[in-house]
Each structure stands twice: as structure tokens, then as C-alpha cells.
């Protein structure tokens, strides 16, 4: 694992979480999905208003990267500076990377995986949905609801009982025939791997409750890391089995589209 | 100033907002409100699942404090470790602090100040509200909506139009003659001077929107840090003036019952 040095003690990434966040795929030292990573950091820099560092800027721990699978973190903050709150007139953004190496979780590819619905529900904040930033409570708190390693991920809603997201990964189904994610308008991540599927696919972003998942054929989580896990067994939040999914061709046929874009195999 | 060391890199306050922190006023290298600073951390610390530190860690760099004014702030993040958001089993908190000369805006006290309403609007997550924790974009994207120095503090309101808080004070009016401040289940910072004057005084927490303070004969700012700040005109998020007060005995009294707390004068 390469890395760089600390964050000073005055970072406002650390005094407020006033910062954002890129985790990147690399394979052989390329960056996957690296268009969309770059523009959700460019729609963050924009919403938080902080400057935008410069794309050779963000690429350069790249060079450090080795022949395998590795997973590059960036971590950019407003810097230091301004008074309390009060960001700085002139910002001087401050970016950290981590390198380390990286084997995503192919059994669950394979065979699917067990999610749980968390008790937490996501505040609506308008101004903040969709990006990366570094304010993320919400998704320690709802990932610490369980610990059975049985448990993949956990199913995040809205505080009307909308479904958002997994606490790390992007949520997807199909429903009548029809592959549909959740809107991101109020909370939640728009993750690259989401967006890039979006771009290809014919996927509708809706509203929509738990009745979505209990009348679906399939569904999926996914991020640009992990790539693609059909889900085949959802419990509620007390732990109670709510529904199975047996694996077929529709899981297979949008984890193949997924995975292309990822260099991952099709299960 | 002094200061200590800076965070690693993969500390999960820097990574993820996974902390807390409080921000002392210290006269004589004595804390101002301790009890209630250590109430507000501990009660942060059990909602988080955070081991709560032992005081006289909490309180070494107390030593190090000189014979005038001077803010102490204490950062307590999760610490290191975990599995991206899943917290470590047996978190290990690290403690960081930093000690700063202070000088209040004196001036405020006397004359009073000008405040704004804030577009912003904060967002309802009960879980979190009152805890002083590490997600604090919603303040510093509030703060960054004015940049004139003759507006001193921005008044927020949830989703739902009640007023809340300022951006870093807690919001007090009385209105028939009763003193209120906002109910903080939903958002907010419960402030130490907030909780120190409302065991004191009779003061009502309540839900409330813009009309309280129309219909208010007084209003007032105030926190640990700074004091009590008179509010003497009222602006809407347009920077349009929405209602002047003239300073009476009334604002006097508050006042000198919060400097009372701090060593402050009565102005």
C-alpha cells in the first residue's frame, strides 16, 4: 500500500467532513470508469464549491500503480483556512491518495448474496445527494445494524420508506420486464458504475418503496469496485426473511454489462 | 497555538466524519461549562458507539493553557480501522486537540447584531441531532450563502420551515413574555450554553416557524464560545430587512444570566 502524508490537524476534510471522495478501480495500473469518476468529483467541486484539481493532478498516483488489481482512493478537501464554518475567499484544495492491492468478492458474484434492510433512514438533503462527500455518519451507522458476516450489505431507504441505496453500493431491479434504480435526488450516491449503466442501459429511475423489490424478478447491487451481486435472499430489519431469488438468465445478462465495464468476468 | 500531532491517513474522522468534536472557552486555564462539554461528548460518544475517553485525558491539554482567554478544541474520531464503513469491532478513538488565544466579538454584545435567514435547509435525521459530530456541511454550505461582514450569523430551518439554530449558535426569543428556543430532535447542535441556560431558566423548547419571530419582543444568539449576541434586525434570505428590535432590559437580562456562565461582562 503507497500513501501520502497526514492531514494536518486544521484540514477542514477532518474538522467538517468538508471534502470528497473517489474510489477507483485500477487494473494494471488503469483507472476504470475514470470519465465518470471524474465528473461526479467535478459536479462535488461544483456543489461544495471547491476548485476542481487538475485531471494530471489526479492521475499521478497512477504511476505508482503495480501490474495487478488495486484500488485507488482519492481524498480531496477544501484545505485549510476560512474562520469556523466559513470556508476560505480562495480555497486551497488538498488531495491524498491510498493505492492498495485489491481482489474483489467473486463468490458473490457466483452465488448471489443475503442483504438485510436497515432501521436508519436517510435524511433528505437536496444539496448534497448524488455526490461523493465526506460526510458519511449515516452510512457507518447503518452498516454497524449488523454483523453476521452472512449479511453482504444492508438496503437504505428515505425517511418516507423510499429505497435509496446499499450503504457502499447502488441498488437496481427489474420489474415487469423493466430494469429500474432508485432516483438520487434527495440522498444517497450516484455511483460511477450506476451512471455508466444508465448510459448503455435502458434504466428507468423511479420512486419507489419496498413493494418495488417484493414484486421484482431480479435484483442487483453494484458498485465500480466490486462489480455486480445478484441479490437472492432479502430480510427485514429485525432479520426476518422477506423474500428469495433464484438465479437465472436475467441476473447473468445485467451482470455481463456491468462487468464489461469493469474487465470482470461474467459469472 | 499549540496543537498535536496530525491524523493518518486512513483515520475514519478524516475519512468519513466519524467523530466528535467540542470547542471550550478557557479563562486561566480553566474550562468554561466542562460538565456540560463532557455531558455533550459522552451522550455523541453512545450514539455513535464510540468508547467515551476518561477525563483527565479529556483534560491534559489544560496544562498547557496560558493565564489569559483561550478556546480549546477536542477532536475524538473511531480512530483507525473497519472495513470502509463497517466500524473496527474494538475501536481504538484518537484524541486530538488544539489551543488558540480568543478574544470575543465584544462589540456584539453591545450593540447587537444583524442576522440573515439561510436558504439551506437542514436536514431531519433524529439520530444525529443534538450531538456535536463531524458532518458538518450543512454549517460550512450555509455559512458560505453571505459574505458580509455586517451580517453576523444565518438562521436555519429544516425541512419543514422551523427554525433550528444559527450556523454555529444556538437561537433563543421571547415571545409573550416567555422564553423559547427550537426543539432539536430532528437537526441541530444541542449547545452546552443552550443546555446550562435551559436548566437555569424557564425556557420552552418548541416547534416553531418564521411567525416566532416576527411575534418575538426579543431575540438573541449565543453559545459557549462567544456569548450572547442580541439580535437588533432580521433578514430574509434575499437580503431583504424583515424586523428590527430595539435593545431593552429585557435582552439585558438574558444576557447577563449567559455571561454569568462564561465570566463574561454584562453588557
Redesign the interface.
Known amino acids: 500500500m503507497s500513501?501520502?502524508?497526514?492531514?494536518?490537524?486544521?484540514?477542514?476534510?477532518?474538522?467538517?467532513?468538508?471534502g470528497l471522495?473517489e474510489t477507483i478501480l485500477v487494473r494494471g495500473g488503469r483507472p476504470l470508469l475514470w470519465d465518470e469518476h471524474l465528473a461526479r468529483l467535478a459536479r462535488g467541486c461544483h456543489v461544495?464549491?471547491i476548485p476542481m484539481p487538475a485531471e494530471h493532478d489526479l492521475a499521478a498516483p497512477l504511476a505508482e500503480a503495480g501490474p495487478g488489481l488495486e484500488v485507488l482512493k482519492l481524498?480531496l478537501t477544501?484545505g485549510s483556512g476560512g474562520r469556523?464554518?466559513?470556508?476560505p475567499?480562495a480555497p486551497e484544495p488538498r488531495l491524498?491518495w491510498?493505492l492498495a492491492d485489491f481482489a474483489p468478492a467473486e463468490s458473490r458474484w457466483q452465488t448471489g448474496v443475503r442483504v438485510r434492510h436497515c432501521r436508519?433512514r436517510l435524511?433528505?438533503?437536496p444539496?448534497?445527494a448524488g455526490i461523493k462527500?465526506?460526510?458519511?455518519?449515516?452510512?457507518?451507522?447503518?452498516?454497524?445494524e449488523w454483523?453476521d458476516d452472512a449479511i453482504a450489505e444492508g438496503l437504505l431507504r428515505d425517511?418516507a420508506g423510499r429505497l435509496v441505496e446499499a450503504?457502499?453500493m447502488n441498488l437496481f431491479w427489474q420489474r415487469a420486464g423493466r430494469l429500474e434504480t432508485p432516483h438520487l435526488a434527495r440522498?444517497g450516491v450516484a455511483g460511477t458504475l450506476r451512471e455508466a449503466l444508465i448510459s448503455r442501459l435502458d434504466i428507468h429511475e423511479v420512486e419507489a418503496g419496498d413493494e418495488a423489490l417484493t414484486n421484482a424478478e431480479a435484483v442487483w447491487l453494484g458498485n465500480s469496485v466490486q462489480g455486480v451481486w445478484p441479490v437472492v435472499c432479502l430480510d427485514d430489519a429485525a432479520g426476518v426473511e422477506r423474500r428469495r431469488w433464484s438465479l437465472g438468465v436475467t441476473h447473468r445478462t445485467f451482470q455481463a454489462e456491468a462487468h464489461a465495464l469493469l474487465g470482470y468476468p461474467c459469472p
Do not use: I, K, M
Open positions: 500513501e501520502q502524508a497526514a492531514w494536518p490537524l486544521d484540514d477542514r476534510g477532518a474538522a467538517y467532513g468538508d471522495f461544495l464549491g481524498t477544501r469556523g464554518y466559513r470556508p475567499a491524498r491510498q436508519l435524511a433528505s438533503q444539496l448534497l462527500h465526506l460526510n458519511r455518519l449515516e452510512n457507518v451507522l447503518a452498516r454497524a454483523n425517511d450503504t457502499a440522498c
